[in-house]
């Protein structure tokens, strides 16, 4: 059988393997900035390819999903301060607290659609920041400073640069896995067919809302666990990572990068961090520059760069 | 007689000031192929959508084999044997044709929160999808996204979608809208056979196929049932001439 090459596979493959030889690189070059970077990078491509579940194959336009963010975030944060250190606790913690958390939106937002969904998840996720800048007890305002990241034992040191990014890496690639068999398996086919058809969906049979809710929590937890990851990176947590411009953040990422396409938030988080990062060298107002680019983006690459990348052929 | 399968009582459904189902009673026996016509704006398609319970209606009752499914939400009726085709053609466009009957046969085959093996290497509803779109002549188009399917092969997969279900009773909402002549008269061929298997009601407006097609033909006139009877009935029909008075060739053509 002839292996056929596209674009769209060759690049998904050329990130993965790029990203898993990274550290090999800061390594030899002492490049540290890079790892921390790009480690940054990963947890956020995690987070998005946790929105694209919901956004790009379930067809939800969710504009809170930065909440989940901090509810993984808080749940690392205030179980080390109140001196819980074990991982193995700490990370079901943020995990069931954030499928509780889409569990209740869910239910009540799933009852909406189209810009009424998007408010409705965008007021949930206010909601989540006003209460947490309310926790006079855990920063309140100012966030809360982890002095010691999760403990796993000996298992492995998440103080360690390098075992800390192979960590999130692998994170994201089990997300990346298990959204792969989400969406192929019969459960991802009603999810993708609402998104599709819901009046058909219904008349052939199918109780639209338990499997949007269900597919809604997925989502929040894998996004929770990208909340976890990212407060141990930054060893704080704040408020300010709830806040509805994270949100649109990822929802940028998702877009960028490709909705409904596996690897496309992936490949939008890497873009947008990337831009963010080198253009924020160049100008304060990198926001002017990142605009621009953004609608080009959406006004002549639908599908994203992922869709540009599908209709590059083979000569 | 024998229970019928589909008996509808003094069916009321409103939209504000206008009464668009007025008291509608109907029953479809088993086997049966029952004809709903009736001028454009007679709330043919009203009354249908009230069967499948997309709408609900705000007095009478629905009964499907001596079950009460008034109250029962859409979803459900489907799993009781009601399938429904579409007026204007409902599919997942971005799926494939397969894909879109498999779907049908997996929401009868339990519940799909199965989140590991891949949908589309299920054998069972891989067959029932293909035997479905074999029924219905697209066993050639089945990995075709239905996009790129013909209006005609929309039609057709409507059908393949519906009996995919496996329905006891198959509502089909103007099967024949936009079909040119041959496809017309494929479509007529095709429910000739189905209707062998399954009992049907079918809401159409081409007076050829309705007569050739239907045991019993009920007429809708601004909501309100004014006839209801076997073809040759329909035709003698004094009211029914008169409400088509501007398509009366229609209704007559056959005598």
Same mark, same amino acid.
């Given at each position: 059988m002839k292996v056929r090459l596209d674009a769209r596979k060759a690049a998904a493959a050329l990130v993965v393997v790029g990203l898993l030889l990274l550290p090999l690189y800061t390594s030899l070059s002492g490049n540290v900035f890079a790892l921390t970077l790009f480690t940054r990078i990963v947890i956020f491509a995690l987070a998005a390819a946790s929105l694209n579940l919901i956004m790009g194959y379930g067809g939800m336009m969710s504009f809170g999903h930065a +909440?989940?963010?901090?509810?993984?975030?808080?749940?690392?944060?205030?179980?080390?301060?109140?001196?819980?250190?074990?991982?193995?606790?700490?990370?079901?913690?943020?995990?069931?607290?954030?499928?509780?958390?889409?569990?209740?939106?869910? +239910?009540?937002?799933?009852?909406?659609?189209?810009?009424?969904?998007?408010?409705?998840?965008?007021a949930f996720a206010q909601m989540a920041y006003y209460v947490a800048s309310g926790l006079a007890r855990y920063g309140g305002d100012d966030g809360l400073t982890i002095y010691k990241r999760s403990d796993f034992g000996g298992l492995i040191n998440l103080s360690n640069r390098v075992q800390f990014y192979y960590v999130c890496l692998a994170c994201l690639l089990g997300g990346l896995y298990?959204?792969?068999?989400?969406?192929?398996?019969?459960?991802?086919?009603?999810?993708?067919?609402?998104?599709?058809?819901?009046?058909?969906m219904q008349a052939i049979g199918f109780p639209a809302t338990r499997y949007r809710l269900v597919c809604f929590v997925i989502s929040g937890t894998?996004?929770?666990?990208?909340?976890?990851?990212? +407060?141990?990176?930054?060893?704080?947590v704040s408020p300010a990572a709830m806040y509805?411009?994270?949100?649109?953040?990822?929802?940028?990422?998702?877009?960028?990068?490709?909705?409904?396409?596996?690897?496309?938030?992936?490949?939008?988080?890497?873009?947008?961090?990337?831009?963010?990062?080198?253009?924020?060298?160049?100008?304060?107002?990198?926001?002017?520059?990142?605009?621009?680019?953004?609608?080009?983006?959406?006004?002549?690459?639908?599908?994203?760069?992922?869709?540009?990348?599908?209709?590059?052929?083979?000569a | 007689m024998p229970e019928p399968l589909l008996r509808v009582d003094s069916l009321v459904r409103r939209f504000g000031g206008i009464v668009a189902t007025d008291r509608v009673s109907l029953e479809v026996a088993p086997g049966e192929l029952h004809a709903i016509i009736g001028p454009n704006g007679a709330g043919k398609t009203t009354l249908i959508s009230q069967l499948t319970g997309q709408l609900m209606p705000h007095a009478g009752s629905i009964h499907l084999a001596g079950r009460d499914i008034t109250g029962v939400p859409s979803y459900r009726r489907s799993a009781l044997g009601l399938a429904r085709s579409f007026q204007i053609t409902s599919l997942l466009l971005d799926f494939s044709a397969a894909d879109n009957v498999a779907l049908a046969a997996q929401a009868h085959d339990g519940h799909s929160f199965h989140f590991w093996t891949n949908a589309r290497k299920v054998p069972h509803l891989r067959r029932a999808a293909h035997a479905a779109l074999d029924r219905v002549g697209l066993g050639g188009r089945a990995d075709v996204l239905v996009s790129r399917l013909s209006h005609g092969e929309q039609r057709e997969l409507e059908l393949a979608?519906?009996? %995919?279900?496996?329905?006891?009773?198959?509502?089909?909402?103007?099967?024949? %809208?936009?079909?040119?002549?041959?496809?017309?008269?494929?479509?007529?061929?095709?429910?000739?056979?189905?209707?062998?298997?399954?009992?049907?009601?079918?809401?159409?407006?081409?007076?050829?196929?309705?007569?050739?097609?239907?045991?019993?033909?009920?007429?809708?006139?601004?909501g309100r049932v004014i006839a209801s009877g076997t073809p040759a009935e329909i035709r003698q029909n004094e009211e029914v001439k008169r409400a088509y008075l501007g398509d009366q060739h229609a209704v007559t053509r056959h005598v």
């Open positions: +909440a989940y963010l901090g509810i993984g975030g808080y749940s690392v944060g205030i179980l080390a301060a109140e001196g819980i250190g074990s991982g193995f606790i700490q990370w079901p913690v943020a995990l069931l607290a954030s499928a509780l958390f889409a569990l209740v939106i869910g +239910a009540l937002s799933l009852r909406t659609r189209g810009v009424y969904f998007i408010m409705i998840t965008l298990l959204i792969w068999r989400i969406v192929n398996s019969r459960f991802g086919m009603v999810v993708q067919g609402l998104r599709s058809n819901e009046a058909r894998l996004c929770g666990l990208a909340g976890a990851l990212l +407060a141990n990176n930054t060893d704080f509805w411009t994270r949100s649109g953040d990822l929802m940028v990422m998702v877009i960028l990068g490709g909705m409904g396409s596996l690897f496309g938030p992936m490949i939008g988080a890497i873009a947008f961090l990337l831009v963010e990062e080198l253009l924020s060298q160049v100008t304060e107002y990198w926001a002017l520059i990142m605009g621009p680019l953004l609608l080009l983006i959406v006004l002549f690459g639908r599908g994203g760069i992922d869709g540009l990348l599908g209709r590059v052929r083979r | 979608v519906a009996l %995919a279900t496996r329905p006891q009773l198959l509502l089909l909402d103007e099967p024949m %809208a936009g079909l040119g002549i041959t496809e017309s008269a494929r479509m007529v061929k095709l429910l000739q056979e189905l209707r062998r298997e399954v009992s049907i009601v079918l809401v159409e407006h081409d007076m050829d196929a309705v007569f050739a097609l239907a045991d019993r033909i009920t007429v809708l006139v601004y």
